[in-house]
C-alpha cells in the first residue's frame, strides 16, 4: 500500500467536485458523454487502441497464439476496475474533507480457459466470479470511511458497468477487399 505525501489533493479535488456539483444543479444536460474508441488489430494478435488522446496496447498471452507484448484484454479490465474503485474512493473522501493517507484495491478474477475456446462450454466465455478487496489508511473514524467506500462502490461507473445489464448494439461492415 502507497502512503502518499498529502500535499494538497484533497482541497483541490474537493473544489473540482464543488463545481461540478453546482454546474450540474444549474444544468441537468451538463456531463453527459459519448465515449468513443477505436481499436486496430496492428500484427498478430497485438491490439492499438485510441482513446481520448490515448494509446493502450493489448494482446494474449503466447499460450493463446499472442506475442505478451502488452496486457490482455481481461488484465485491462480488472486493472480499470481497480483504477475506478481507488480514484472513486479519493474522490468521496475529498468531497467529505476526509484525507486518505493510502488507498490499494486488489482486484481477483476468476475465469475459465475452455469458455472462451468452445461455444458449447458450461461456463461463460468472461468472467466466472469477479471479487475486490479495499485496503484504505485514514485518521479519521472508521464508520466515515466505511461510508466513503459504500458510496464509492455505490457511484463507480466501471463498478457499475460490470454489475449491470447493459443494452449492447452491434454493427457490422464487410468489405471486400480488391486485388
Known amino acids: 500500500m502507497t502512503e502518499r505525501d498529502g500535499s494538497g489533493h484533497v482541497p483541490r479535488i474537493s473544489a473540482a467536485l464543488h463545481r461540478l456539483s453546482g454546474t450540474l444543479a444549474r444544468r441537468a444536460d451538463f456531463g453527459r458523454h459519448t465515449g468513443s474508441s477505436v481499436t486496430t488489430l496492428v500484427e498478430g494478435l497485438r491490439c492499438e487502441t485510441e482513446a481520448s488522446g490515448w494509446t493502450i496496447a493489448s494482446d494474449l498471452r503466447p499460450a493463446m497464439g499472442g506475442e505478451g507484448s502488452a496486457p490482455t484484454p481481461t488484465v485491462l479490465l480488472s486493472s480499470a476496475l481497480g483504477a475506478c474503485l481507488a480514484i472513486g474512493y479519493q474522490l468521496r473522501a475529498a468531497e467529505r474533507g476526509v484525507d486518505l493517507s493510502s ?21 461463460p466465455p468472461g468472467f466466472t466470479e469477479v471479487r475486490y478487496h479495499v485496503e ?15 458510496l464509492a462502490d455505490r457511484l463507480s461507473p466501471v463498478l457499475d458497468a460490470l454489475t449491470r445489464a447493459n443494452r449492447v448494439r452491434r454493427t457490422v461492415s464487410i468489405n471486400e477487399r480488391v486485388a
Open 136 to 150: 484504505l489508511e485514514s485518521r479519521a473514524p472508521t464508520s466515515d470511511v466505511a461510508r466513503i467506500v459504500d
Open 103 to 123: 488507498v490499494r484495491v486488489t482486484v481477483e478474477t476468476d475465469s475459465e480457459l475452455r469458455g472462451m475456446m468452445r461455444c458449447d462450454a458450461e461456463v
